[in-house]
């Protein structure tokens, strides 16, 4: 019955005063880690928003077995993930095929962040999340539901597939 599956709805979703919360503690947080897994500003716009809506009409639900940063934050690896499987990411070009940009338009050196967006899923969230999020192994475990040594095993790999790709990136 759709009356009873938004009485229901209402009841799980937090109040304004919720998202107003979530929204300022979070939301900085969550665009950064977005735009870092996504490499999409826009996207990464969109997935904060939509990671925030799904926390607020899930707020009811939220046991408090994890850290409620922890929580908010598998929620926003999830959307990223979705938006990476979606039809429209997969067949879309990207801007920057269009024009090689010089070397005035990048105001930092972004080769780290390429070559961690470069790697395998499951490397780049733990990287990401560890040394741009600054989580504790226990936090990245507990957010991606694995082990905390299942964590320290892909950090380590990573790290691996990162040295050739950044060596004539650091000085000796």
């Known amino acids: 019955n759709g009356a009873e599956e938004g009485s229901e709805m209402a009841h799980q979703?937090?109040?304004?005063?919720?998202?107003?919360?979530?929204?300022?503690?979070?939301?900085?947080?969550?665009?950064?880690?977005?735009?870092?897994?996504?490499?999409?500003?826009?996207?990464?716009?969109?997935?904060?928003?939509?990671?925030?809506?799904?926390?607020w009409r899930r707020y009811g639900t939220f046991r408090g077995a994890a850290a409620e940063r922890t929580w908010i934050t598998a929620i926003a690896l999830n959307v990223c993930r979705d938006l990476l499987r979606s039809p429209w990411h997969t067949r879309r070009m990207e801007l920057s095929a269009l024009a090689e940009p010089s070397a005035e338009d990048a105001p930092w050196d972004d080769t780290p962040l390429r070559a961690v967006l470069s790697l395998?899923?499951?490397?780049?969230?733990?990287?990401?999340?560890?040394?741009?999020?600054?989580?504790?192994?226990?936090?990245?475990?507990?957010?991606?539901?694995?082990?905390?040594?299942?964590?320290?095993?892909?950090?380590?790999?990573?790290?691996?597939?990162?040295?050739?790709?950044?060596?004539?990136?650091?000085?000796?």
């Open 120 to 172: 395998p899923r499951k490397y780049r969230e733990v990287v990401l999340l560890r040394y741009y999020e600054e989580f504790t192994l226990e936090e990245i475990a507990d957010t991606l539901g694995i082990a905390p040594g299942t964590v320290s095993a892909r950090l380590t790999r990573a790290k691996r597939r990162l040295r050739p790709m950044l060596e004539e990136w650091y000085y000796d």
């Open 13 to 55: 979703a937090g109040s304004a005063a919720d998202l107003e919360r979530l929204m300022e503690e979070y939301g900085t947080g969550l665009l950064r880690l977005c735009a870092l897994h996504l490499g999409d500003a826009a996207l990464a716009e969109d997935a904060a928003q939509e990671t925030l809506l799904r926390a």
